[in-house]
C-alpha cells in the first residue's frame, strides 16, 4: 500500500487561489471568480510562458487531481506550475537582481495591459530567477482591470519594494537584505526620506521619487486619509494611456539606476585583480585542479561557497547548473551580471552562511531557510578561500565548517585548506593564531577525514592545500 503524501499548502494571504506542493507537483487551486479570466488561455500569457518570461502552467484534469488535495479543490479550477530548480528570496538578491525582477514586473503588467487585465500586486516575490533570469510566478497577480482605471493600485508596493530599496543602496549603501526583510511592505517613503535627509530635497533624482510621496504621505496620514481612494476617469482610453505611461517611466526609471548599478564596485568585485597572496603559477594550478575535479566528478549541479567574483562558478557552468554565493552585493551583481551575458546557468545569491536565511513569515512557515534549500541538492561542493573567513571573521569551529559542508553536498566538495601560517589568515588572525589550532593542517585534514575521503590533492606553493574529497 502507498503511503500518502503529504500536502503542503502556500500562499495563504492570497484570496483567489492557494498554492499546494505534493511530492514533487506544484498545483494552484483557483478561486472561481479568478478562474473566469482563463489565464492559460490567453494567447499574450502563452507567448510569454513559451519564452520563460512566465512560469509554465497548464490546467489538470479533475481526473489528474492528487487524493491529497482532499475537498480544497472541489469546485475550483486547478492549475499545475513546473518547478524551478531553486526558490531564492528577494533579501538574498544583489541589487542588479533586484533591478532586473523589478524590470520584469514591469514588462508583466505591460503585458497584462494589453491583454485587458493589471498587476493587482507588485511584491518581488512575484518573481523567482532561473539562472540568472527572472520569471514571473505568480499567476493570479494577473487580474481583471476595470474600466476607467488610471492609477496603478499596486505603485505603492512597487516604490516600496523595487524603487526605494535600490535608491537607499546606491545613495546611502543600505543592504537590500535590510530594506527586503519584509518583502510585501519593503520600505516606506518616509523612512527613505529619513534615512536620506535634505539629500532627498536638494537631489533631483530624488525629490519626485523620495521626499514629495514622503511629504504627501504624511499629510494624508495626518488628515486620517488613506492611499487607497478609488477614482475613475470616464474616458476609458485616457485611462489605459494613463496606466501605460505609469509602466513606461517606472521602466525608464529602474533602467537608469540599472546603468549605475551596472558600474558599481567593492574590493570582493575586484578581487581578482588584487589577490598579492596568490602568484600567477599558483592562481594555474588552482584552475586546473578545479577543471580535473570537474571533469573526474561530472556535477549537475554545483554550489560555490563564497564565490567571489564567480570566477570558478563560470569554470563549473559549462556543463552544471551553479548555485554561486557570497556575502558581498557587489560581487554577486558581477556574476549575476555576467551570467546573463554568457548564458550561464548560474544562479548567483547574497548570503552569509554563519547567518543564513532563517524560515520566516506566518508560524515561519511561508518561507524557507536558505540551509533547507540547499541541503542535499549538491552533487558538488566548492569552498575555495572560505575556511578562514568563517573560522576567524565567523568565529565557526572548524568541525562545524565540515559538517556543513557535508549536509550540503550528496557526493563531493573542493576544498581549500588555508593555514594559519598562510598571510591572509595571519592578517585577519591579527597575532591571534594559537586560538585556531583546529586549522593546523595535522587538526584539519584529521576533521575532515571524519566526513570525508580524499581522492585528490594539490600543494600550491603558497602553503595553500587543495583536496577533492568524496562523502564517506
Partial sequence: MNEMRAAT???????????????????????????????????????????GDIVKTWRVAPADLPPELGTVATGAEVLEHERLPLISYPSEWSPLALCDAGLHTLRMQQLALAEGLVLKDAAPTNVVFRGARPVFVDFLSFANRERGDFLWRARHQFDACFLLPLIL?????????????????????????????????????????????????????????????????????????????QAGSLLNRLSRLRSRLASGASHWASYTTNRAHYSGDELDLKRQFVREALARVSP???????????????????NARVIAIDIDEQSVSGIGARAAARNLDIHALVGNLTQPTPAEGWNNAETRSLLARLTGTNDLVLALALMHHLRITGGIPFREIVALLAALTRSHVVFE??????????????????????CEPANAEAALRQRFREIGRQQLPNGRVLFLFEKI
Fill in 9 to 51: 499548502f502556500h500562499s495563504l494571504r492570497d484570496p483567489d487561489g492557494q498554492l499546494v506542493s505534493v511530492g514533487d507537483r506544484l498545483l494552484r487551486v483557483v478561486a472561481p471568480a479568478a478562474a473566469k479570466l482563463d489565464l492559460p488561455g490567453r494567447a499574450g500569457i502563452r507567448a510569454a510562458m513559451e519564452r
Fill in 169 to 245: 543602496n546606491l545613495e546611502a549603501g543600505i543592504p537590500i537584505a535590510w530594506s527586503l526583510r519584509d518583502p510585501v511592505h519593503g520600505v516606506a517613503h518616509e523612512a527613505a526620506q529619513r534615512i536620506l535627509g535634505l539629500r532627498s530635497w536638494f537631489k533631483p533624482s530624488l525629490i519626485g521619487s523620495v521626499a514629495i510621496p514622503a511629504a504627501v504621505s504624511r499629510k494624508v496620514s495626518a488628515a486620517g486619509g488613506t492611499h487607497a481612494v478609488h477614482r475613475r476617469m470616464d474616458n476609458d482610453q485616457r485611462a489605459l494611456f494613463s496606466l501605460q505611461h
Fill in 300 to 318: 549537475r549541479v554545483v554550489l560555490d561557497l563564497g564565490a567571489n567574483t564567480g570566477e570558478f562558478s563560470e569554470l563549473a557552468a559549462g
Fill in 417 to 438: 585548506l588555508v593555514p594559519p601560517r598562510d598571510t591572509m589568515f595571519a592578517a585577519m588572525a591579527r597575532g591571534r593564531e594559537s586560538l585556531y589550532e583546529d
